[in-house]
Nanobody
């Protein structure tokens, strides 16, 4: 079992930056893949970015070139650096870990004001 705790959300103006953190309750080197998803108001949850244990990354087209996913195994933490934020990035952001099953964090709100 894996518990995930997200932090770093908040209110930011368009063009600004935020960094989200997701800390796992177990070593992330044993977790196959981790990632970030988001759910905008009134919409379905969607992929933002993923990173494998080998460091391979994947991004949604909407965030390529603006967001960067990374991991620090010494801290059991995955980060999402979000730059050049737009109002359409407003959403609840969820951390995901795939370790036999899928585990989700509680979500953190990101609000981008235009």
């Amino acid at each position: 079992q894996v518990q995930l705790v997200e932090s770093g959300g908040g209110l930011v103006q368009a063009g600004g930056s935020l960094r989200l953190s997701c800390t796992a309750s177990r070593s992330i080197t044993s977790i196959g893949a981790m990632g970030w998803y988001r759910q905008p108001p009134g919409k379905e949850r969607e992929l933002v970015a993923t990173i494998t244990s080998g460091g391979h990354t994947n991004y949604a087209d909407a965030v390529k070139g603006r967001f960067t996913i990374s991991r620090d195994s010494s801290k059991n933490t995955v980060y999402l650096q979000m730059n050049s934020l737009k109002s359409e990035d407003t959403a609840v952001y969820y951390c995901l870990a795939r370790y036999l099953f899928e585990y989700w964090g509680q979500g953190t709100q990101v609000t981008v004001s235009s």
